[in-house]
């Protein structure tokens, strides 16, 4: 699976839009960005995933870029409810053995919402 | 509610003494699996299942049992735990459907805080 660069912490106000990047520069054509998010201690979240368009959804958009090496997570009115740990994964969907499933969490990107 | 229900939510027990974690989920999911979270360690596999009575170790499985007779349920269990195992344990189900792509979009269950002492 393709390596994630995140940076490790970034701040935000409350009602701004949150943009976590994402680097996956040896991304195959054939690998998903998956985005969960960990409020403190709370179980992990699944936010979206996307393979090379722009995906939306209830929770936040994410952008692809072309070359597909990085991504970027955007919620559009943060909340103190969004301050957490973002994690970007990168997936291949039919993967076997024992590798199937699995999500392995680097060390994502915390969040802080402020007032 | 679609939910991942886990029970206990938190556990102190002593070094040798059986015990068993449940994992229950509501939405039909056919993979489900454990992970532990440790600081610095960050989320580490111990077991899957893709199916009823099909279960496979992951990562971490040392000291770990499982298995998979109902498909809404995944009990974790530890016949002698050991200091090492305390941790923060999560268990997660998701559906598992020809393509692979919806495996990954997991519902996670509140975590077990489990101290052995």
């Known amino acids: 699976d393709a390596k994630t660069t995140q940076p490790p912490s970034m701040d935000c106000a409350e009602g701004r839009a949150a943009n976590l990047p994402c680097n996956h520069s040896t991304i195959s054509g054939n690998e998903y960005v998956y985005w969960y998010r960990q409020i403190h201690s709370q179980g992990p979240q699944y936010i979206i995933h996307g393979l090379k368009n722009n995906e939306t959804n209830e929770m936040a958009s994410l952008i692809i870029t072309e070359d597909r090496k990085s991504s970027t997570l955007i919620l559009p009115h943060a909340t103190l409810r969004d301050t957490a740990v973002y994690y970007c994964i990168v997936r291949v969907p039919n993967a076997g053995g024992t590798s199937y499933g699995k999500l392995t969490f680097g060390q994502g990107t915390i969040l802080t919402v402020h007032p | 509610e679609a939910q991942v229900t886990q029970n206990p939510r938190y556990l102190i027990t002593v070094t040798g003494k059986k015990l068993t974690v449940t994992c229950s989920q509501n939405m039909n999911h056919e993979y489900m699996s454990w992970y532990r979270q440790d600081p610095g360690l960050g989320l580490r596999q111990i077991y899957y299942s893709m199916n009823v009575e099909v279960t496979d170790k992951g990562d971490v499985p040392e000291g770990y049992k499982v298995s998979r007779k109902e498909k809404r349920n995944f009990p974790l269990i530890l016949e002698s735990p050991s200091p090492n195992q305390t941790s923060l344990y999560f268990c997660?189900?998701?559906?598992?459907?020809?393509?692979?792509?919806?495996?990954?979009?997991?519902?996670f269950g509140p975590g077990t805080r489990l101290t052995v002492t």
């Open positions: 997660a189900s998701s559906l598992s459907r020809v393509g692979g792509l919806a495996v990954y979009e997991q519902y």
